[in-house]
């Protein structure tokens, strides 16, 4: 049974950090390339970040470039994504996000599995 079970959110004061954790099963996370997305109450899906399965190719929705990092480690099937400088309209569901190619993420549908989504709230 194919799986992500996404951890981690919570809520955060502006300025903070977050780390949200992935973890996959039933299927090889190293042959995929992983993403996250999130989705703010009353707006659309976005894409956050992607990282492409050998790790050489990341990419970075503008508004989190600088701040957020995804990271994977294949050896643990776990993909993370570590939030800095936290804002309020960083405040979403997110969700972590496998497809085996990379190009999936490039629009909101996103690729082939998802996990069920970890509320984040920024909020002092």
């Known amino acids: 049974q194919v799986q992500l079970v996404e951890s981690g959110g919570g809520l955060v004061q502006p300025g903070g950090s977050l780390r949200l954790s992935c973890a996959a099963s039933?299927?090889?996370?190293?042959?995929?390339?992983i993403g996250w997305f999130r989705q703010a109450p009353g707006k659309e899906r976005e894409f956050v970040a992607s990282?492409?399965?050998?790790?050489?190719?990341?990419n970075y929705a503008d508004s989190v470039r600088g701040r957020f990092i995804i990271t994977r480690d294949d050896a643990n099937k776990t993909v993370y994504l570590q939030m800095n400088s936290l804002k309020p309209e960083d405040t979403a569901v997110y969700y972590c996000?496998?497809?085996?190619?990379?190009?999936?993420?490039?629009?909101?549908?996103?690729?082939?599995?998802w996990g069920q989504g970890t509320q984040v709230t920024v909020s002092s």
């Open positions: 039933g299927f090889s996370l190293d042959n995929y390339a």
């Open positions: 990282k492409s399965r050998s790790g050489a190719n990341t």
């Open positions: 996000n496998a497809d085996p190619s990379v190009l999936a993420f490039f629009t909101a549908r996103g690729g082939k599995y």
